[in-house]
């Protein structure tokens, strides 16, 4: 399920695409009953023109599989391709957007996923004030129940998730590129989680820039034990209008080129004289 997970930290990527120089840094803090899902990271976006780099810090163990602390994402909108860019390994791994949906489909031959009883509330809770903007306080309470087939194996989840936004209005600049992020047409191969998604993002379309996010979800097995319950909380602390240079947002030219697809390998050859060469291995799949 890597691929889904990629998918999903897509999808909260690029939902901060903007035309006008923009950065700011968020908090993102998970608590959880499992003590090894316990963190709290930082986050420091740049977007101009459709060009988005994002950085993190203090990254968990449990997250590195698909977010590096050394290096960064790298989003090129005229190209619709992401660059995972590793500055410890000097690799660049190209993700285009399009491959990612291939790739999801070819997912989806191997593992069905049902989703059914699926449920959304959306709730107004009045104005509040984060970081000195304006924002709605909206509360989304979905309720799913979820079948995984893969082989013969079967694995029913009952999946609750309560998610508080504060979101405003006043970054216009931004919010019509939000607006805009979430009209576009995802397709994750599978049709039920599809048609899910596309529910949830015309509830999300109404509402304005995220200030601050902080989901609960409580996951059951269809004996109703809870396997999982956690609360993640996203909080902008600095936003600021700038102006990058074109060069900020170009892709590494002297890194290796790295694979997205699993079992490929690029790279130089290692090994000398009769010793067979072995190549790296890169890509995060």
Not at 89 to 100: G, R, Y
Not at 154 to 172: F, R, S, Y
Request: charged residues 30%; contains cysteine.
């Amino acid at each position: 399920m890597k691929n889904l997970r990629v998918l999903v930290l897509l999808f909260v990527f690029m939902s901060s695409l903007a035309f006008a120089g923009v950065e700011y840094v968020s908090k993102i803090t998970t608590t959880s009953d499992k003590k090894s899902m316990n963190y709290e990271m930082t986050s420091t976006l740049y977007a101009q023109d459709g060009d988005v780099k994002q950085v993190y810090k203090n990254v968990p163990k449990s997250q590195r599989a698909i977010i590096m602390e050394d290096g960064y994402w790298l989003y090129k909108g005229k190209e619709n391709t992401l660059y995972i860019v590793n500055d410890k390994e000097k690799t660049v791994t190209p993700m285009s957007l399009d491959a990612m949906m291939q790739m999801a489909g070819m997912a989806g031959q191997l593992v069905k996923i049902e989703i059914s009883d699926h449920q959304v509330k959306t709730e107004d809770l009045g104005k509040e004030n984060v970081l000195g903007f304006s924002c709605d306080h909206i509360r989304i309470t979905s309720e799913y129940t979820m079948l995984m087939k893969i082989a013969f194996i079967k694995k029913t989840m009952h999946i609750n998730e309560v998610k508080d936004i504060w979101a405003t209005n006043d970054l216009k600049f931004v919010q019509d590129i939000n607006r805009a992020f979430y009209e576009k047409d995802f397709k994750t191969g599978w049709e039920d989680l599809d048609k899910m998604i596309e529910r949830e993002m015309k509830v999300m379309k109404k509402i304005g820039f995220p200030m601050k996010t902080v989901t609960h979800t409580i996951q059951k097995n269809k004996k109703g034990k809870v396997g999982s319950d956690q609360t993640t909380t996203m909080e902008i602390l600095e936003m600021k209008a700038n102006s990058f240079p074109a060069s900020f947002f170009e892709v590494p030219k002297d890194y290796q080129k790295a694979s997205m697809m699993p079992g490929e390998e690029e790279g130089e050859e290692e090994g000398d004289g009769d010793t067979p060469k072995k190549k790296k291995k890169f890509g995060i799949f």
